[in-house]
């Protein structure tokens, strides 16, 4: 039989523009995937719009990357300011930066499992944007499917109300102007905990009766899933939500195919290889800190607009079940259904972190150190955290009191990466290789191993050095050009 | 297989007949543009957005309670949004070209269109083996468009990825198409603002727009409709005129003026402060938490000016 390819585009319910290409193939009997190529197919060109700036404006700009997870932007653009300035905000500072953090990851949360991924399981109602829908297996009783429908629509008021939450901090979600350079604007009030409090409590209750029940049955009704989408095994968190005493309430570390404990971070083993990226491969293998963004297409073997980061040369795969099996509270698998249930019982300690969090809120006392801008005690640094989909990082290079060069690797970068120099395929690509495929021109198996991964496209898209000029003509091979590629 | 039918779907969304806060004549309207059949569909567009402009949508709230639940079963037919909609590849694009060919629709575009490249570093959709460019897409479906809705500043004017030497070569719609389109901007734009636009559409109520494409109802009225400002810092509660309190020199000093550390309230038009998070007339907005105003929903955003300088527009 011959291989069949087929391509996905657009992948939808995912932020941004992606296409999948998978070869599907029978092998050993079963019709399955042999070879995935994911490819990002935007290009924003964010950091130079960074070059030259006041870097106080880094964590309103870096926000725009994405209105999905715009706070992680924010937090790690303020932690690398912090780190810029020298400044020492106040514990207040840490607590609403982490609240208002919070509130867009449960959001995120939410928003993921109900309306990005539960359409890949279950039928909505028949009229758009549900229609027309997917061809699914016939695999839901009717009693399951309506309780997952419910929580589906519960949770498009769930997911407006921790945007509501995050907001009494935040000001405005998406984008909220909160996060500043030594601190943050809000003061915390008596009124404004109790807002928060309520709606954390309404939250919670939704995560702890809701969510997490969904994402078992789901498990229950799938369990095949907990066999699909495995992925290279190896597991990466930059650690998020400071806990005051140098940490994190979850933990900054990485495991190896497995380790039962997690081994360091060291930052300088970071690089970005686009051997198979639309850049110039004079740029190949480069550290984020000194990293550079040519644009080059056509080129030979290139297929994508993200690079390919890898530590110490490895594909590492990132998200909450790396950070819940980083932190040692998941240690159930890697998969695609393990990254569901990672994720909300993630969410579910986050929210109890939250109440903690704002039990220890100040009241009526700023949460800014101030600083003089003209001084600069860091000219190159770093902010690490972690947006809901994984790990985040900003380096800069201060040019005098403006920003001389910004770089941003965004965690999907590191989980739809294209292959790297080695040839080994991204974190999601291997994941996607294996997976069974009962319909090559209907694979929603495909879409069901994407999703697990949340891609945000709009955070992915590389970004440009400043003050290079762009070589690109045209920019996508024609696909003849890409019917050859081998089976895995 | 249970496929939940539009009536039962109805069952689990609060019931309501005030569902867009419109009063009885304009919810007339809507109902009956809503039984017509041949009531424009929607179909959103992402271009080099950050998806936030959706994100907000799905934050809309009316002082009665209704959700985006409501507007997406009761008020709209969106045929196509990459990030809401079931379908995906091929299935996808095959109804987005059938609305196409129909002429009857209302487009909506969240994000600035990238030209440089032949504006191939965005690519919404396959088709046929090709790659239809986020340009290519917007031109070919503004042609046919009923109206034009850009949801939020960089559809309206560039916005952030347009600034500074960006690579990209962002313009907005209407620079592109040459054709009218409403402007609802905002950074993201205000979920309130951007349905009640859609609306005003699809019950072919007609709107006035400044000299950006904005419609005036939304940037020089308040809530209840009577005539208000337009300059944010005119109507601030914290406006010195009005409060007799000194400016704030740092940040944290709640309830002082935010000019001297950067606000562009003074220079940027809009009705922010009626509500972002939450219920109208009770949420929250940006300088509620003593954040200067960046100006998001002027053209100029987000300009070379730092943020945190006093801004002389």
Known sequence: ?488 | MTTISRRSFLRYCTASAAVLGLDPLRLGLLNDAMANPSAPSVIWLHGSSCTGCSVSLLNRITATGDTIAQVLVNDINLIFHATLMASAGDPAVAELLRVRKSGNFVLVCEGGVPTAFGGRCCITYGFGGGEITYMQAVQELAAKAAAIVCAGTCASFGGIPRSGSNPTGVVSVRELTGRPTINISGCPANPDWMVWAIVQLLTGTPVTLDANGRPVDLYAKDLAGAAAPELIHDKCPRNPALTGAPLAAGFGEDGHCLELLGCRGPHTRARCEACWNGVPGQGTWCIGVNAPCHGCTEPGFPGPQPFYEPFSG
């Open chain 1, 1 to 488: 039989m011959p291989v069949i390819t087929a391509a996905i585009d657009p992948v939808t319910r995912i932020e941004g523009h992606l296409k999948v290409e998978v070869d599907v193939d029978t092998v050993d009997g079963v019709q399955q995937v042999v070879d995935a190529r994911s490819v990002g197919t935007l290009f924003r060109g964010f950091e130079i719009v960074l070059q030259g700036r006041d870097p106080r404006d880094a964590p309103i700009i870096t926000s725009r990357i994405c209105g999905v997870c715009p706070t992680a932007h924010s937090m790690a653009a303020a932690l690398l300011l912090d780190s810029v300035y020298g400044t020492n905000p106040p514990e207040a500072s840490r607590l609403l930066r982490n609240l208002v953090h919070g509130a867009c990851f449960l959001e995120s949360d939410i928003l993921h499992f109900y309306l990005l991924c539960l359409p890949d399981y279950i039928r909505g109602p028949s009229m758009a944007p549900w229609l027309p829908g997917l061809e699914l297996g016939r695999r839901l009783d009717p009693a399951a499917e309506s309780r997952l429908v419910a929580g589906y629509l519960k949770a498009i008021d769930l997911r407006r109300k921790c945007h509501e939450m995050g907001a009494i901090y935040g000001g405005k979600l998406p984008h909220t102007p909160g996060f500043i350079a030594g601190g943050f604007t809000a003061v915390s009030s008596s009124a404004n905990k109790t807002a928060f409090g309520s709606l954390l409590a309404e939250i919670l209750e939704f995560i702890e009766r809701t969510y997490i029940p969904d994402v078992e049955l789901l498990g229950s009704l799938y369990g095949e899933y907990f066999r699909i989408g495995r992925g290279p095994g190896n597991l990466l968190s930059f650690g998020v939500f400071e806990d005051g005493a140098g940490g994190h309430l979850l933990a900054r570390g990485r495991t190896v195919n497995g380790t039962a404990s997690p081994l360091p971070v060291d930052v300088a083993q970071i690089t970005e290889q686009v051997t198979h990226s639309w850049y110039d491969d004079a740029t190949n293998d480069l550290a984020p800190a000194g990293g550079s963004t040519v644009p080059l297409s056509p080129k030979p073997d290139a297929y994508s607009w993200l690079k390919a980061p890898r530590y110490g040369g490895a594909v590492y795969e990132c998200g909450p079940l790396s950070r819940m099996a980083v932190a040692g509270h998941y240690r159930r698998g890697i998969s695609v259904m393990d990254r569901h249930l990672a994720r909300a019982h993630e969410a579910l300690r986050i929210a109890q972190a939250m109440q903690g969090w704002l039990t220890a809120l100040p009241t009526g006392t700023g949460a800014f150190d101030p600083f003089d801008p003209g001084m600069i005690a860091n000219v190159d640094t770093l902010g690490l955290t972690e947006a809901p989909r994984g790990a985040l990082g900003h380096w800069i290079h201060m040019d005098g009191t403006a920003i001389g060069r910004y770089q941003v690797i965004t965690p999907t970068c590191w989980n739809c990466s294209p292959r790297d120099t080695a040839g080994q395929p991204g974190a999601m690509e291997a994941a996607l290789i294996g997976t069974p495929v009962a319909r090559a021109d209907h694979p929603v198996e495909v879409l069901r191993v994407v999703h697990s991964f949340d891609p945000c496209l709009d955070c992915a898209t590389h970004v440009m050095r400043p003050g290079e000029e762009a070589r690109v003509i045209p920019l996508w091979r024609p696909p003849a050009a890409r019917a050859g590629r081998g089976r895995a």
